[in-house]
């Protein structure tokens, strides 16, 4: 169920109070198809196409890209030689989203869409937008304060960031709760950047890359306006396990908005995992690996998934290695740190990054090993905290107080074991670092990617500048050491590094301790490993990939047609073929009408009975509907069911006139009173006695599956246990059975949560040509054909319809319906919505009937009586 304010969510009166509204999606009320150009917001954006052809910054044939983040790629300022009173601009050439534009062609022309890093009066704020669109090629979303405060410090920084790092708010004291109107102000803020994506989009030619947490659920506003966007989104934070994303009271409305992406990135394949999971447990999702690819079907679409870490700009850091100054630098460090081994920690002000614990480990090695007292410094530049509040506050005095007591006990004149360095830190003073540092240590508890290791190898590498000032050999061996967290998005792609667990005070003094003695050839051997993967998988090549991976997703838009359904944030967009159609009750009446000899082939549970009720038995209405069509003398109703004849028989006794097919086609009734056909002259049962066991054994060990037995088959169901341990298991299972069945007559298959086990050429499929063929035999071939079910062994009557047709055994004239219930890839051409629709259906077609069939006279009911 949606969260109770998520009816109007996607309509929120934003902040900025903007004239108009964006209005909720159209339901499907008429049969048919409502394709992209009869959407509400496709007529939105007609209304506004001279607009947006005015805003638009490029032709309408270059490719572009459009990146959208919560901050641009610009630094801004003010100039004080006009008073201060005009704003200027810079690239912030530190910034990811501006890095990643080396791996996109030369010819793709890129635009930002974000928010800027400062407050701008809103009588400038036109102006400011004008210069930066035409100077930056960039489009500022100017959140008013408030907004600002409730989405980013709020929401994001202060119950996102926590609750994905796993730190859940049991008390109040500790962490922020979910706060409604921060949700609110979240959703409203991601609506302000739906429109200024907007008003510069070519929808043609244009991919959209969403960038980030702050931004999950605006792949619904845009998915909404245009069905066929082409979209994609990475995370460059930490996705966590469903136990802790299921505590979110918004989960769903998150995880399907992400859903209405093409492409998801994510750093890690643990973090990807958690994703899958969640959708899997919340949603019902399941995913599949094709040739080397991730997809979850969702709604006829497929949504990829991405895996691959970030890399660093190469060129930039090269760059900074290069300049005279920066070997000034490291020259200087060498010599304020001569005859020292140097630690070095680069964190941002924040509780996840462990540099309490990181101190507590330096304190243990100096403990545990006196003789580098004086020898050995931790050194810790600090970033500024990127949030606000008592949190930041906390780690500040707790890593002073640490640190504070180690310098005390193990500190002497001239000398401190562990060295502050707070403020702002430019990257050239980080690379000095970096270059006189023997080791890095990287102690997040958790942390989504993490390039310091990666700036930490390439500043080792050096430059000739830096091979003078340090007195190297231009062809001297480098070496470099990494203490990392396993608990980082980094540490799977850094191999050669000393991995540890934060948590373990321990475990990390001893890595410092082998970092101090590791042999020199060692170090060379790790370094070389590192620096050749952090070359090779730089920001260009993981934006390279991401985009390629892109255009493949979005490849198949145009081969399928689109509908647009749902409120708020259960919006979703259905993709299915070309020819599928929602079944028009006129239309298939009026050719029932038209026909003489009719064939109606209907499955059972979800198709005329919902698969959600307790009582599986049909109701009044259904076997009223199903007594009507069978007193039509044109008509051939069948059930055809998996389910056991037993069951079938008894349900369906009022029913004298109606056909069963049971358990999938194996066992076969005509009417009430006909004996019961088997499709096998004589059943070999003797494979059940091997079967059984395994699966009673798949049973005991997993909790909530359970085994139905048919007279001619074997189910193992595992609905009701843990949906990953269930779908593991069914996949355990299939290998069994199929290893010890081999030999034996049967086949073994896996259906929707289940695993079966039934004999060789019993199919629903083989039901239909039979029932085809005898009806042919009797000189009445069908003229009419409708065949209705929802799940997989439906789709083998929809195959045997097809074939059918294709070999000429129906007339050449025959009305032929095949229908699936829901909207869904199918082999059928039609489909209806539910099984309520499909009752309507039905009785639309008892009524059609009652109209047709001629009214007895008195000698003919006289004469039936007597029969």
């Given amino acids: 169920m949606l969260s109770r304010s998520c009816f109007n969510l996607l309509n929120l009166e934003d902040y900025s109070r903007a004239a108009d509204r964006t209005r909720l999606p159209r339901v499907m009320t008429v049969p048919g198809i409502i394709s992209d150009f009869d959407d509400d917001s496709v007529n939105v954006a007609d209304d506004q196409k001279s607009e947006l052809s005015e805003t638009t910054v490029s032709s309408v044939n270059q490719e572009r890209r459009i990146i959208v983040a919560n901050q641009l790629p610009v630094k801004a300022y003010r100039d004080e030689s006009k008073n201060g009173q005009k704003w200027c601009f810079d690239w912030d050439k530190d910034a990811l989203v501006l890095q990643l534009k080396d791996g996109f062609p030369a010819d793709v022309e890129v635009v930002y869409v974000g928010c800027l890093n400062v407050v701008v009066d809103p009588v400038e704020q036109e102006e400011v937008a004008q210069l930066l669109l035409d100077k930056f090629r960039c489009v500022p979303t100017f959140l008013p304060v408030d907004l600002m405060n409730k989405f980013y410090h709020g929401f994001c920084k202060h119950y996102l960031w926590p609750l994905f790092h796993y730190m859940l708010p049991v008390t109040s004291s500790y962490g922020v709760r979910f706060d409604r109107s921060m949700w609110q102000a979240y959703v409203s803020a991601n609506k302000i950047f739906a ?83 969640c959708c899997s447990r919340m949603l019902g999702l399941d995913y599949q690996s094709k040739r080397g690819y991730i997809g ?161 190898t390439v500043s080792r590498q050096g430059s000739s500048y830096m091979d003078k000032a340090l007195g190297l050999e231009p062809a001297a061996p480098r070496k470099s050491v990494i203490i990392v967290s396993e608990f980082i998005g980094c540490s799977p792609s850094l ?92 239309h298939i009446v009026s050719a029932y009408n038209r026909t003489s000899s009719r064939l109606i082939l209907l499955d059972y549970d979800g198709t005329v009975m919902p698969q959600d009720t307790v009582d599986k038995s049909p109701s009044d209405e259904v076997i009223a509907v199903l007594n009507s069509l069978c007193s039509d003398p044109k008509n051939i109703v069948f059930i055809v069911s998996g389910r056991g004849k037993d069951s079938l028989s008894k349900w369906f ?35 059940k006695k091997i079967a059984l066991p395994v699966m009673e054994h798949y049973t005991e060990a997993t909790d909530g599956s359970s085994i139905e037995q048919k007279e001619s088959a074997i189910v193992w ?19 069994h059975l199929e290893g010890v069945l081999a030999n034996d007559p049967v086949v073994v298959k896996r259906g929707q949560h289940i695993v079966e086990v039934k004999p060789q050429g019993v199919s629903k499929g083989v039901v239909v040509e039979k029932l085809i063929a005898t009806m042919s035999g009797r000189g009445k071939p069908p003229d009419f054909v409708l065949c209705i079910g929802d799940d997989r062994s439906d789709e083998d009557m929809f195959e045997s319809v097809a074939c059918s047709v294709a070999k000429h055994s129906l007339p050449d004239k025959a009305e032929v319906f095949a229908c699936t219930v829901g909207q869904k890839p199918s082999m059928a051409k039609y489909y209806l919505d539910d099984t309520s629709e499909v009752i309507k259906m039905l009785q639309g077609l008892s009524v059609a009937s009652a109209h047709l069939l001629p009214k007895p006279s008195h000698h003919q009911v006289s004469f039936e009586r007597l029969l």
């Fill in 195 to 277: 429109d200024k994506v907007m008003e510069v989009i070519n929808l043609d030619e244009d991919f959209v890359w969403i960038h980030d947490y702050h931004l999950m659920v605006l792949p619904t506003f845009l998915r909404k306006r245009f069905n066929r966007l082409k979209l994609g989104f990475f995370l460059h934070n930490t996705f966590p396990s469903s136990e802790i994303f299921r505590t979110m009271p918004v989960r769903e409305e998150i995880l399907r908005a992400l859903l209405n992406c093409d492409l998801i990135g994510f750093h890690t394949f643990d973090y990807a995992r958690h994703f899958l999971s």
């Fill in 296 to 456: 979850l079907d969702y709604y006829g679409r497929t949504v990829s998934i991405k895996i691959l870490p970030v890399g660093i700009h190469m060129g930039q850091l090269e760059s900074v290695l290069s300049l005279p100054d920066t070997a000034e630098k490291v020259k200087e460090l060498r010599e304020k740190y001569e005859g020292k081994i140097v630690m070095l920690g680069v964190d941002d002000m924040d509780m996840f990054k462990g540099i309490g614990l990181k101190f507590m480990a330096m304190g243990q090695l100096l403990d545990y090993h006196p003789r580098y007292r004086g020898k050995v410094v931790l050194v810790q530049i600090m970033n500024p905290a990127r949030s606000q509040g008592n949190d930041i506050q906390e780690v500040q005095n707790e890593i002073s107080r640490v640190a504070s007591e180690i310098n005390h006990r193990y500190g002497e004149p001239g000398y401190e074991p562990i060295v502050c360095v707070s403020g702002s830190v430019s990257t050239q003073d980080k690379v000095a670092y970096y270059a006189v540092s023997e080791c890095v240590v990287v102690n997040a508890v958790r942390d989504g990617m993490n390039l310091v290791p990666y700036n930490y």
């Fill in 495 to 586: 191999s050669g590094a000393i991995r540890v667990n934060p948590w373990n005070i321990d475990s990390v003094a001893d890595a410092m301790h082998l970092a101090v003695t590791m042999p020199d050839a060692e170090k060379e051997m790790r370094h070389e490993k590192h620096y050749k993967y952090i070359k090779s998988h730089d920001v260009a090549y993981w934006a390279r990939s991401f985009n390629q991976d892109l255009e493949r997703a979005c490849s198949e838009h145009y081969l399928k047609r689109c509908w647009g359904i749902g409120f708020g944030f259960g919006f979703r967009v259905v993709a299915l073929g070309p020819n599928f159609r929602k079944l028009s009750v006129e």
């Fill in 653 to 687: 006794s009022p029913c004298q006139k109606l056909g069963l097919s049971a358990e999938h086609g194996c066992f076969t009734r005509w009417t009430k009173d006909s004996p019961w056909e088997s499709c096998m002259e004589a059943l070999d049962l003797d494979w």
């Fill in 717 to 735: 169901h595992h609905q009701e246990a843990d949906p990953d341990f269930g779908t593991w298991q069914a996949k355990e299972l299939l290998d």
